[in-house]
């Protein structure tokens, strides 16, 4: 059997210390927000005791599906860099971004760079897709686990938290799709926005969700895990090669006694069952702020 562990919607706390000069367009707007409301919600204790959680836990895999951080401050890379080493090492971690991730324009040496081990492909990955130059999607390979990282990330305008994968993109994931399909693996692909209908409107929506569909629809896939909403749901989308699982967990920092739900990550238990799978879900929430619960076990497919 193998342990995925599913995380998201990080939105690392404490803020560092902001220069007026950084203060610049939608960060202003970003600033006020989060100290209106948004660091009593996302909570570096409760993090901690999550993160703290899954090591307990050892899974063979974690899959940090983006929103890492807050207004795309240098140091915030950085901090969000050293919560991952705390997470695991590069190979037992895989990260794409979310929007508050590329929130302003990416600069290469102040950004994303300090997530790069995190965010590339292992060499039986690369075996089945060759990562592109753009960098995504990239894939790993973990026996018979498959992963696509897909990356929705991109700087929008203010009031703005839409993602785009464009039709480069989108050719990639067929193609990988394609050969982890050939290879027999189970198919599971990260993407931080929510890929259905309705699951985010205009403001906060994948602009090509249904070129998104498409995709799966045509070259099948088993799991797609996702962030943004900040809560858990559960869907599914039928494929060429049968259904594919679509869930996104809430944040995993979020307070305990707040508007939204509590932090919580999912595990998933993948077996092979005949011809096909066996997956069970199961959740675990910040219960208070030093105790985890398992919040849900549920076998979403028998083969
Ligand atoms: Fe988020
Ligand atoms: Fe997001």
Redesign the pocket.
């Known amino acids: 059997m193998f342990t995925l562990t599913h995380l ?2 990080i ?1 690392l706390s404490p803020l560092p210390k902001v220069k007026r000069s950084q203060l610049l367009s939608k960060r202003l707007l970003g600033y006020v927000n989060w100290h209106n409301g948004r660091k009593f919600v996302h909570r570096r204790d409760i993090l901690d005791l999550l993160t703290r959680d899954i090591a307990e836990r050892h899974p063979d895999h974690i899959a940090v599906t ?2 890492l951080i807050n207004l795309g401050l240098p140091e915030e890379y950085l901090r969000a860099a050293d919560w991952l080493h705390h997470l695991g090492p590069p190979d037992r971690v895989t990260v794409i971004p ?3 991730d590329a929130y302003v324009r990416l600069h290469p040496d102040t950004s994303t760079r300090h997530w790069h081990p995190y965010m590339m492909s292992n060499s039986a990955g690369e075996a089945l897709f060759e990562t592109p130059g753009a960098g995504f999607p990239f894939v790993r390979r973990l026996g018979d686990i498959g992963i696509i990282a897909l990356s929705s990330a991109i700087p929008t305008a203010p009031f703005i ?1 839409a993602g785009r994968l464009g039709q480069r993109q989108l050719a990639g994931l067929a193609s990988a799709l394609e050969a982890q399909g050939r290879a027999g693996l189970f198919r599971v692909v990260l993407i ?1 926005h929510p890929p259905l209908p309705g699951q985010a409107d205009w403001q906060r929506g994948l602009r090509d969700a249904k070129d998104l569909r498409d995709v799966l629809k045509t070259h099948g896939a088993d799991l797609v895990l996702h ?4 809560r858990q749901s559960v869907q599914e989308l039928d494929t060429e090669n049968g259904r594919a699982l679509i869930v996104g967990v809430p ?1 995993a920092s979020e307070a305990v006694d707040g508007r939204a739900p509590a932090a919580r990550y999912n595990e998933y238990h993948i077996d092979r069952a005949g011809n096909g799978w066996r997956v069970e879900m199961v959740g675990r929430a910040a219960a208070n702020i030093d105790q985890v619960w398992e919040c849900e076990r549920r076998v979403l497919r028998d083969r």
């Open positions: 998201s919607d939105h983006g929103d979310g929007n508050h938290a931080h962030g943004h909403n900040h944040s």
